[in-house]
């Protein structure tokens, strides 16, 4: 159902209040007949008779509720920027732009660059709020300039920890809170002084200039992490192979992969790793505790985890663009219902290393096409005081895109 008339207006609201709206903004919060807000934005608003929903949780009773408030004029009150980390995006996967109205404030991003000097377009930017703070590792890495959403005076202090967990200790920390309003404070140190910070404001947003230590291990976003980066008893795909079979798999933004016979979780987990808005689901019957380590040591933690057997734990999942099989091609059916599973131009890839997987997937690039490749690496290994090569388990892989 749509309606024909922008009946939902989205304002975004600085910590200088209403003070700082202009006045279609004013015109379009004073002509509403529901206002929506939490508790300290509508208390920015004199009481009226008008109606007034504040956020619950979980949130999606009250977006119900504006929903069926369709016909009516709603305003929604929100924080800076409604599309950046807001509301603004939740709701419009609900409801039509062509029904909603937005007026932004600066967001708080672009408050904290015009206090630092930074260049908006040269910073990494996340949310913590209402989010695992493990988040963060994927944006640690040498001269990252990071502008972080805080989910509460706590958070700069997690923050710091974690910096120096990663041997990223000298890096400074600015804190900001009530960014333009009359409470605005800015407070400056570095990683390992943390315990020194005194207590901050609830409504505070942290920027991080990252900054190692020689000490560092530096993980790049880049596929192929070094195998000790991961938690496993033996079943990892190694590195080598890991990269190209991440390179056949190909992520893009936004995609879904099925790592099937997950193992430890690595594919997935760099699939999710190349960009913040890779998604991905592991199947594993047996080492789901290495995967749930592994996703949130690795900045992760959203990987979804399915504890169970392919390919009865593949019903009812949501459609993938790319599927990997790292385990169990020999499996009846399974092939089968990834083949069905998989969306028009999918990718899918299937390693092995038996004789037996080869020959299955020997049969499939037969009957469907798609290439066959052998993958052999060799390692250099000590051999008495001389190095020699030590060849690795020769890995054939399938790779096919769906017509």
């Not at 600066?106 to 206090?115: E, K």
């Not at 959403?149 to 600015?174: H, Q, Y």
């Not at 315990?195 to 880049?222: G, Y």
């Amino acid at each position: 159902m749509t309606c024909n008339k922008k009946w939902l207006t989205l304002i975004g609201i600085g910590e200088d209040g209403l003070s700082g709206l202009s006045p279609a903004a004013r015109s379009l919060i004073d002509t509403a007949e529901i206002l929506v807000g939490g508790d300290r934005h509508l208390a920015m608003i004199p009481e009226d008779m008008r109606s007034r929903l504040v956020w619950t949780s979980p949130i999606e009773e009250t977006i119900q509720q504006i929903i069926n408030y369709r016909g009516k004029s709603v305003c929604v009150l929100a924080s800076g920027d409604p599309l950046w980390f807001g509301i603004g995006t939740t709701l419009l996967k609900r409801i039509p732009i062509e029904e909603v109205s937005i007026i932004p404030s600066p967001s708080t991003f672009s408050l904290i660059c015009a206090r630092l000097g930074w260049s908006l377009n040269e910073v990494e930017t996340l949310s913590l709020c209402g989010r695992p703070a493990s988040l963060l590792q994927t944006y640690i890495y040498p001269n990252a300039k990071l502008l972080i959403l805080s989910s509460g005076k706590a958070t700069p202090k997690i923050v710091a920890e974690m910096l120096c967990d990663r041997n990223f200790s000298n890096s400074k920390i600015i804190v900001l809170e009530h960014l333009n309003g009359i409470k605005e404070r800015v407070i400056s140190s570095v990683a390992n002084q943390w315990q020194t910070l005194p207590e901050f404001a609830d409504l505070n947003a942290i920027a991080v200039e990252c900054i190692p230590e020689p000490k560092a291990i530096i993980l790049s976003r880049m596929v192929g992490l070094p195998d000790d980066a991961y938690h496993h008893d033996g079943q990892l795909t190694k590195r080598e192979v890991r990269a190209i079979t991440l390179s056949a798999l190909a992520p893009n933004a936004s995609e879904l992969l099925w790592d099937v016979g997950a193992g430890c979780g690595s594919i997935a987990i760099e699939w999710m790793r190349s960009h913040p808005r890779c998604q991905a689901i592991a199947i594993e019957k047996s080492r789901t505790h290495f995967i749930a380590e592994n996703a949130i040591s690795l900045g992760t933690p959203n990987l979804k985890i399915i504890e169970g057997k392919a390919p009865e734990s593949l019903k009812d999942l949501p459609i993938p663009e790319a599927i990997f099989i790292g385990g169990g091609a020999t499996i009846p059916d399974l092939f089968e219902t990834c083949w069905a599973s998989l969306r028009s131009q999918g990718r899918l890839v299937a390693n092995v290393v038996t004789l037996e997987g080869e020959q299955k997937l020997f049969q499939w690039q037969q009957k469907y096409g798609g290439t066959l490749t052998q993958i052999s690496i060799s390692r250099a290994e000590a051999i008495g005081s001389f190095l020699g090569w030590k060849p690795m388990r020769p890995v054939t892989q399938w790779k096919i895109i769906k017509p």
